[in-house]
């Protein structure tokens, strides 16, 4: 059983940067993909980044690529999200997931996911 917990959400202006860590315990970090989704208020939880198990290999949503970096650190068992020029539609909570399933960070499904964070809020204002 893996567990995720998430951190460095917090309150920006737009046009700021903030950091996010997912830092995972009980299991083997380097064995699962790892993904990022966003869910805001009203809306369906959706994908965001994800990273393959090396770190090697990334995956952006459109909305978000040129300005969001996914990295990992499979010593430190933790992924990271650096998030530059927010906008105020970045406005989230953000969810940290895992997967064992080699091929899910090259999809958008969270259905491919085994296990998620509690989450961290982000909020963007204009």
């Known amino acids: 059983q893996v567990q995720l917990v998430e951190s460095g959400g917090g309150l920006v202006q737009a046009g700021g940067s903030l950091r996010l860590s997912c830092a995972a315990s009980?299991?083997?970090?380097?064995?699962?993909?790892m993904g990022w989704f966003r869910q805001a208020p009203g809306k369906e939880r959706e994908f965001v980044v994800a990273?393959?198990?090396?770190?090697?290999?990334?995956h952006y949503a459109d909305s978000v690529k040129g300005r969001f970096t996914i990295s990992r650190d499979n010593a430190k068992n933790t992924v990271y999200l650096q998030m530059n020029s927010l906008k105020p539609e970045d406005t989230a909570v953000y969810y940290c997931?895992?997967?064992?399933?080699?091929?899910?960070?090259?999809?958008?499904?969270?259905?491919?996911?085994?296990?998620w964070g509690q989450g961290t809020q982000v909020t963007v204002s204009s």
């Open positions: 009980g299991g083997t970090f380097s064995l699962y993909a």
């Open positions: 997931a895992a997967a064992l399933k080699m091929t899910a960070w090259t999809t958008k499904e969270s259905y491919d996911y085994d296990y």
């Open positions: 990273i393959n198990r090396s770190g090697g290999g990334t």
